[in-house]
């Protein structure tokens, strides 16, 4: 009956030779209670939290009276006899990684009740599944843009509390421990990259228990060595170290699985990437040197001979939000001469400026021109020593500190 009931059974058969030893009695002599090999039979090597686990137990030679129970040493685990010597249980869902003792109750011929150990073990694992990362992972107390063009700006104050947050509840029952990498990295307005920081932790779905997300934690932190400095707070939120960071800068936040614990195919889609900006003073000054190419002069008479340098002190309006500086700016320097401090009679002279930078119009589009280097069209009021005020026309390329 047994072979048909469980033909598949047999091929984990693993023999534990159960020999019954003294026990005491009130008197201290020990009696002996049954003489017997027991097979026990599980149908899987290997369990996961909600399965079902069949056990069936064969006993050979058996010379005693009495009656055998397996049990489970998992808290809250129940196995239901199924039929001759066979039973049936569900692994809890909330049961911790690890391995439990089969037991088993004896009850004799005498009407006395015995819990004997066995070398058999029933073997449980977390489930090793990679959740998409947003269903549970976010930034707060703002959520940030997925777009470099279009992010959040925030004060110096609203920057240095963001954290990343996790709503564990929203990971699914059955994707064990979640390992994630945040790469933080910070880039100066002139796409230098001034900060970068990298941090690996973890989180899993909460139990409704404290007791028991604890237990879980330090189970967890023990097994994955790369996670032995993290601290419980971090399974619910990550603080972002955002401090020193220059005006206008921009704060790049990229949540990512950690591959290197959870060996799967790389997914490129399974990312959360937001972005920031840091907001700055909204009237900037600047320093500015320029190659410039006269157009027009309003006193073409009165002749001058003008180099081929302007050094301008410029200063520039920037936008409250976008951070892009408005592509009209004014300056005050030195123009036409061949050095910036070399001014004379005839060698050029002091102006006022007012620069239409077409290369500022492309960064709002972030057409990847370099930062510092400005070009465009500049109306002049010039002021040469030992020769008539003008105003001129001219086209100018440089760069801008």
Known sequence: MRKCLFPSLLALLVVVTMRAEAQKRSTGLLQPIFDEDILIVTDKPVYYPDDTLHLAIQRRGSTAAGSITPIVAVEGMKLTPLGFDTYVGVIPQNVTPGSYRILLKVLDAGGQNFVYETGRFVEVEEYQAVEQLGRFVGVAPLEGSNDPQTAVTLDGQQIRTLRVVFQRDSIGLRMGPQFVTIRTMVQSRDGLTTQSFERRVMTFRSHGDPERDRAMFIQYRTAYGAYAAISTEECEQVRLPLDSLPAWASVRVNIEPDYTIRIDAYDRSNSVTRYFRVRGPTIEIGFSLAIPKVLYDTQS???????????????????????????????????????????????????????????????????????????????????PLGRRARVLINVQVGFSL
């Open 301 to 383: 008479r009165d002749t001058i001979i003008y180099g081929n340098t302007s050094a301008m002190v410029r200063f520039y309006y920037v936008d409250a939000e976008s951070g892009n500086r408005f592509p009209v700016s004014l300056g005050i320097g030195t123009f036409g001469v061949n050095s910036p401090i070399d001014v004379g009679i005839g060698r050029g002279g002091f102006a006022l400026s007012t620069l239409l930078d077409v290369v500022e119009l492309t960064r709002i589009h972030d057409l990847g021109f370099v930062k510092k280097f400005n070009a465009g069209l500049e109306v002049t009021p010039f002021f």
